[in-house]
């Protein structure tokens, strides 16, 4: 019976949030260089500052992934990792699926997802990127700093939405 009580617990928790993406993303605005202001730690970014992205379009409608950072500090070693994104979702640019392990082979079990939750629609300026189960959170910057104005009405949609902002971390730069 405790059994039961703790499954349907878990089952309702799991199902309470729901992680939807923006109405529609314009890729090609949204390429271009972005810096991390601030996300949930993630392995593959252990001992990484001054963290930064840049997105540009491959012939083969594909986007290129660069992603890179410096260890330990802002005047550390570069780190660079290479990857390639694809659009999952057409119609509206919002769901992609990026991999860097292998990136000219699609493997689906090697994708990360990369959903687009949250974005400054009138001048990409800002965006929020998450994922289905909302295990991965990054909110990004066309500048190494943002608006702190902006960054607390971004914390408060993320709150709202059912986000763990004690998993965050800001950026160093």
């Given amino acids: 019976m405790k059994f ?9 928790f799991s199902v ?10 314009e890729l090609d605005r949204y390429l271009g260089k972005w810096y991390e202001i601030a996300s949930y730690p993630q ?3 252990k001992d990484c500052t001054a963290v930064s992205a ?51 082979i699609r493997i689906p079990f ?12 009138q001048d990409y300026q800002y965006s929020v ?3 289905p189960k909302m295990e991965t959170l990054w909110i ?13 009405t971004i914390l408060d949609e993320l709150k709202y939405k059912g986000y763990d902002l004690s998993k965050l971390k800001k950026m160093v730069h």
Avoid at 69 to 86: H, M, Q, V, Y
């Fill in 4 to 12: 039961m009580l703790l499954l349907l617990l878990s089952l309702s």
């Fill in 16 to 25: 309470n949030a729901k992680v939807e993406t923006v109405e529609k993303v």
């Fill in 43 to 45: 392995w593959f970014q």
């Fill in 54 to 104: 840049e997105y540009s379009l491959k012939k083969s409608g594909n986007i290129r992934v660069i992603n890179s950072c410096r260890k330990f500090s802002p005047d550390g070693e570069l780190k660079i990792a290479k990857g390639t994104a694809r659009v999952k979702d057409k119609e509206t640019g919002a769901k992609l699926s990026v991999q860097f392990f292998l990136p000219f």
């Fill in 110 to 121: 090697l994708e990360g997802k990369y959903w687009v939750i949250m974005l400054d629609e």
């Fill in 129 to 131: 990127v998450s994922d």
């Fill in 140 to 152: 990004l910057s066309r500048t190494k700093v943002m608006d702190e104005y902006l960054y607390q």
